[in-house]
């Protein structure tokens, strides 16, 4: 027998669903036909790139999209959503069950676009990090727990659109020791510490301040696995990013002041 909380919960596990498929073929039009339209139209510098470039062009054109999309939605979840934050186990879904959703079509897209253009685009970390959140996403949509961790993991997607600008300074040749390709540059590292590094303190104090708790013994050894095997998988593929990019920055950095300098004594 269902109560009309049950049976209300049952719809939104469908519409979760939905919005997956929808998320999917929105993102795919995007990358296929609109990328194309509206960079070709504002950015006289995409006419002149390859073939191979303009595929990578559309492709992180809308993982940007993407990023703000979610990555906003789930501030928003966190700032107002006090069901979820006071219960991050068990709390009510729902805002968070769409914005996974989102994400979930997104990264289907992604997986299956890395995966065609292979020898373009694809890198393994990319395929390990994204197998690993849908996995844990499963459990979000299927049943709903974890309503939380699920959203606060969104909140590293506020770092993307910087990424991605990285690599959009460089496929229109602005010099790197620029000053919008070097404030970019900067402002990459520093949100991506914020979004992705320092707030794996607070994500872990909550993590563990579940463990052993009734809620955390109710979800089971699959949604408990899930939940931990991918956190600690995001986590490495995180500090390996963050020191790559703490690296390229600190050299960006040292060969614009030599650059400066050298202007300054000629």
């Given at each position: 027998?269902?109560?009309?909380?049950?049976?209300?919960?049952?719809?939104?596990?469908?519409?979760?669903?939905?919005?997956?498929?929808?998320?999917?073929?929105?993102?795919?039009?995007?990358?296929?036909?609109?990328?194309?339209?509206?960079?070709?139209?504002?950015?006289?510098g995409y006419k002149k790139l390859t073939i191979e470039k303009q595929t990578e062009w559309n492709s992180r054109f809308v993982s940007t999209?993407?990023?703000?999309?979610?990555?906003?939605?789930?501030?928003?979840?966190?700032?107002?959503?006090?069901?979820?934050?006071?219960?991050?186990?068990?709390?009510?879904?729902?805002?968070?069950?769409?914005?996974?959703?989102?994400?979930?079509?997104?990264?289907?897209?992604?997986?299956?676009?890395?995966?065609?253009?292979?020898?373009?685009?694809?890198?393994?970390?990319?395929?390990?990090?994204?197998?690993?959140?849908?996995?844990?996403?499963?459990?979000?949509?299927?049943?709903?727990?974890?309503?939380?961790?699920?959203?606060?993991?969104?909140?590293?997607?506020?770092?993307?659109?910087?990424?991605?600008?990285r690599w959009f300074f460089d496929a229109l040749c602005f010099p790197r020791s620029s000053r919008p390709v070097l404030c970019n540059g900067v402002a990459m590292t520093v949100v991506f510490f914020l979004v992705r590094i320092a707030v794996i303190?607070?994500?872990?104090?909550?993590?563990?301040?579940?463990?052993?708790?009734?809620?955390?013994?109710?979800?089971?050894?699959?949604?408990?696995?899930?939940?931990?095997?991918?956190?600690?998988?995001?986590?490495?593929?995180?500090?390996?990013?963050?020191?790559?990019?703490?690296?390229?920055?600190?050299?960006?950095?040292?060969?614009?002041?030599?650059?400066?300098?050298?202007?300054?004594?000629?």
């Amino acid at each position: 027998y269902k109560t009309g909380t049950d049976i209300g919960m049952d719809d939104w596990t469908h519409l979760s669903y939905a919005v997956v498929v929808v998320s999917f073929v929105i993102f795919q039009l995007l990358f296929s036909f609109m990328s194309h339209l509206i960079s070709d139209s504002v950015f006289q510098g995409y006419k002149k790139l390859t073939i191979e470039k303009q595929t990578e062009w559309n492709s992180r054109f809308v993982s940007t999209i993407h990023a703000l999309i979610v990555g906003f939605f789930c501030l928003y979840i966190l700032w107002f959503d006090d069901v979820v934050n006071s219960d991050p186990v068990w709390g009510d879904p729902r805002l968070v069950k769409l914005n996974v959703a989102v994400t979930s079509g997104y990264l289907i897209y992604d997986l299956l676009l890395l995966i065609r253009y292979w020898k373009l685009m694809g890198d393994a970390f990319f395929i390990c990090h994204h197998l690993a959140a849908l996995y844990a996403y499963s459990y979000v949509l299927s049943r709903g727990v974890l309503p939380y961790f699920a959203n606060f993991r969104l909140i590293s997607e506020l770092s993307t659109p910087f990424v991605n600008q990285r690599w959009f300074f460089d496929a229109l040749c602005f010099p790197r020791s620029s000053r919008p390709v070097l404030c970019n540059g900067v402002a990459m590292t520093v949100v991506f510490f914020l979004v992705r590094i320092a707030v794996i303190p607070t994500y872990y104090a909550r993590v563990f301040s579940t463990f052993g708790t009734e809620a955390f013994e109710k979800l089971g050894t699959g949604p408990q696995v899930a939940w931990i095997v991918s956190s600690l998988s995001l986590e490495v593929l995180n500090i390996i990013w963050m020191y790559k990019i703490f690296r390229g920055c600190y050299k960006a950095l040292v060969r614009a002041k030599k650059i400066q300098d050298s202007n300054h004594l000629k």
